[in-house]
């Protein structure tokens, strides 16, 4: 099973909306609703963001949400705050004969 | 709390053998799925395998099939990963992962990450 697909970066001003997209195929995004966003700082575990497409874990600030449109998922940071600085990868479920498959993930800058 | 306490730094030839670990608290370890995802350098994230150590229910991704090994040790509470002939594409950091649903989509808690180097 093919990893997912994701831009290696992404950028925003302070205050702006940044989106970023999650590629995957009818195999994965486009047959299931299990898609989970994670966020990893430098030198930290990842944390988890949004599971089924775009359910927020407690204390996830509402600023991430997630959606999906056919086989891509996309994470969108509305108002980017300096510690959104991170990594982003998504997951999503591939079928029964996969644990799952991740993302390549997306280094976002906060400008 | 849930803590995910993993083993340290490991540096191995191929060939070599390594069986590292992860010692899970704050929950009933019986009953929730527990398992490894792994970073190499520059590359994504990438499931290994999971194991329901309440079931002794074992999977693991078809990259690694019939190379590592995952098991759970119920009285300690401590899941592992080893492998019996390391390989230099083993290199990677190794985190152990509390995953509670969504079919292994809803991973919430992670460990703080176990490097291994496999170098000649």
């Known amino acids: 099973q093919s990893a997912l697909t994701q831009p290696p970066s992404a950028s925003g001003s302070l205050g702006q909306s940044v989106t970023i997209s999650c590629s995957g195929s009818s195999s994965d995004i486009g047959a299931y609703d299990y898609v989970s966003w994670y966020q990893r700082h430098p030198g930290k575990a990842p944390k988890l963001l949004l599971f089924?497409?775009?359910t927020r874990p407690s204390g996830v600030p509402d600023r991430f949400s997630g959606s999906k449109s056919g086989n891509t998922a996309f994470l969108t940071v509305s108002g980017v705050q300096p510690e959104d600085e991170a990594d982003y990868f998504c997951n999503a479920y591939a079928g029964h004969k996969y644990v799952g498959v991740f993302g390549g993930g997306t280094k976002l800058t906060v400008l | 709390e849930v803590q995910l306490v993993q083993s340290g730094a490991e540096v191995r030839k191929p060939g070599e053998p390594l069986k590292i670990s992860c010692e899970a608290s704050g929950y009933t370890f019986t009953q929730f799925w527990i398992g490894w995802v792994r970073q190499v350098p520059g590359r994504g994230l990438e499931w290994v395998g999971v194991?329901?150590?309440?079931?002794?229910?074992?999977r693991y991704s078809p990259s690694v099939q019939g190379h590592v090994t995952i098991s759970a040790d119920t009285s300690t509470n401590t899941l592992y990963l080893q492998w019996s002939s390391l390989r230099a594409s083993d290199t990677a950091t190794y985190y152990c992962?509390?995953?509670?649903?969504?079919?292994?989509?809803?991973?919430?808690?992670w460990g703080p990450g176990s490097l291994v180097t496999v170098s000649s």
């Open positions: 194991t329901y150590p309440g079931a002794s229910d074992t």
């Open positions: 992962v509390r995953s509670t649903g969504r079919l292994f989509t809803k991973n919430d808690d």
């Open positions: 089924d497409v775009n």
